[in-house]
DNA sequence: GTCCAGGGCCTAC
DNA sequence: GTAGGCCATGGA
């Protein structure tokens, strides 16, 4: 890894310049972020949203509501984000978990990041970046999410291959290069996610990009 | 009609 | 330990 040429710190003030301060995650409480999280797995925001409004509309957007509540009836209100038997089933898995052995999302959250961590990956449903989606932003614990977007905003730029690009590698990376602040990890992923929404795409859009000047792919090269 | 979206699990080698 | 198949809806 060419520490040389990774400058953080340009590329987040770059991106705040274009977008703001974020520092986000759509959604109201903790138990939205979590659900929200795992809703979102390979699947559109805009599918979510419709999967959170119907659980909201049935009063049911909540960890506690979840656990209790009809697996058939949660794949119905949960659908339009697909893959809806896998999700209900993680869902209630993970809600039955926290109910069972915590009550509360919060006296789950009390554990430090690392034990945290280990916890939600030994559940079925939750993997590396659903895990640290949960640490950062509902339990607010600083680690570095990673998604297909921050990996294709960081190929481009730095033009990283495959095996640097691997969650481990990057998550490493990158928090080795930037201050351990929960805030800054929130709102440098959410400008990452603001970023690949609006400019880079699998079919780049790259003319407008706030950081097309540092960006390293080719507009004529297909993406593999 | 085809491609894609803020993953993760299981299986085979 | 890793490549490939599978899960599924809705929008472009």
């Not at 509501?65 to 809806?84: N, Q, W």
């Not at 950062?136 to 640097?164: C, N, Q, S």
């Amino acid at each position: 890894m060419k520490a040389k040429t990774v400058k953080l710190g340009r590329l987040y003030l770059t991106m705040k310049s274009r977008f703001g301060f974020l520092n986000w995650w759509p959604g109201e409480t903790k138990d939205e972020i979590v659900i929200g999280a795992i809703l979102t797995q390979n699947t559109s925001w805009k599918n979510v949203e419709k999967a959170i409004k119907n659980l909201k509309e049935e009063n049911v957007l909540s960890i506690s509501k979840i656990a209790a509540c009809k697996t058939a009836y949660l794949e119905e209100l949960i659908r339009p984000s697909g893959f809806y038997k896998q999700k209900a089933s993680r869902l209630k898995g993970f809600a039955s978990h926290v109910i069972k052995r915590y009550g509360t999302l919060d006296k789950m959250f009390r554990k430090n990041e690392k034990e945290l961590r280990k916890e939600l990956l030994s559940l079925n449903g939750i993997g590396n970046e659903t895990a640290d989606s949960i640490i950062l932003y509902a339990a607010e614990k600083p680690v570095f999410v990673i998604d297909a977007y921050t990996k294709r905003i960081m190929g481009r730029v730095y033009g990283f291959k495959e095996k640097e690009l691997e969650y481990q590698n990057l998550q490493k990376l990158i928090q080795e290069k930037i201050q351990t602040d929960v805030t800054l990890y929130k709102d440098f992923h959410a400008q990452f996610v603001e970023l690949a929404k609006n400019y880079c795409k699998k079919e780049p859009l790259c003319e407008n990009c706030p950081i097309n000047k540092n960006c390293k792919y080719d507009v004529n090269e297909k993406l593999s």
